[in-house]
């Protein structure tokens, strides 16, 4: 039940954003990257850093895909099967998404800065 009001938050954001029409840029979207680093890795079998590894995400579903990691409860509860739409929800307000996920991160506020990460993940996790 609780993964489905989540789920439905999530999806209530994106649908307010009619910003995810604009063009996906996945250079831009490196540069963007360079605020996830710190946490996250992208490659095949890299390493967990704060963040999981990323390798593999659109398609996963939230909690389950990195074995290796340790995630929140709230993310192993928030039933999110990752897409361009409730990622870029994520992105925006991670708490708000999420409410008590551990991911320690203001947002990116700008659609095109969302957009453009998930272009570049996207061309860089699988
Ligand atoms: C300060 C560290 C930190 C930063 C910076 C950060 N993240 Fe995270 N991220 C995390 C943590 C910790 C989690 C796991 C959250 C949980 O379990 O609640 C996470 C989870 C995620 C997930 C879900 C992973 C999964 O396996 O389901 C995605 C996608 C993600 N982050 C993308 C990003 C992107 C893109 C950025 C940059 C715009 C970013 N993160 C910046 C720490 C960070």
Same mark, same amino acid.
């Given at each position: 039940? *609780?993964? %489905?009001?989540?789920?439905?938050?999530?999806? %209530?954001?994106? %649908?307010?954003?009619?910003?995810?029409? $604009?063009?996906?840029?996945?250079?831009? /979207? =490196?540069?963007?990257? +360079?605020?996830?680093?710190?946490? $996250?890795?992208?490659?095949?079998? /890299?390493? !967990? *850093?704060?963040?999981? !590894?990323?390798?593999?995400?659109?398609?996963?579903?939230?909690?389950?895909? &990195?074995?290796?990691? +340790?995630?929140?409860?709230?993310?192993?509860?928030?039933?999110?099967?990752?897409?361009?739409? &409730?990622?870029?929800?994520?992105?925006? &307000?991670?708490? *708000?998404?999420?409410?008590?996920?551990?991911?320690?991160?203001?947002?990116? =506020?700008?659609?095109?800065?969302? !957009?453009?990460?998930?272009?570049?993940? =996207?061309?860089?996790? +699988?």
């Amino acid at each position: 039940m *609780k993964s %489905l009001i989540v789920s439905a938050a999530v999806s %209530l954001t994106v %649908l307010a954003a009619p910003s995810l029409a $604009h063009a996906q840029d996945a250079t831009a /979207g =490196k540069k963007v990257f +360079k605020r996830c680093v710190a946490c $996250h890795t992208v490659e095949k079998d /890299g390493r !967990n *850093k704060v963040g999981p !590894n990323l390798w593999g995400i659109f398609g996963s579903t939230a909690g389950e895909r &990195n074995v290796g990691y +340790k995630y929140s409860p709230a993310m192993k509860a928030s039933g999110i099967v990752w897409d361009d739409a &409730n990622m870029s929800a994520y992105l925006e &307000n991670p708490r *708000k998404a999420v409410p008590k996920t551990r991911m320690a991160f203001p947002g990116l =506020k700008k659609a095109k800065q969302r !957009n453009d990460v998930i272009a570049y993940l =996207k061309s860089v996790t +699988k």
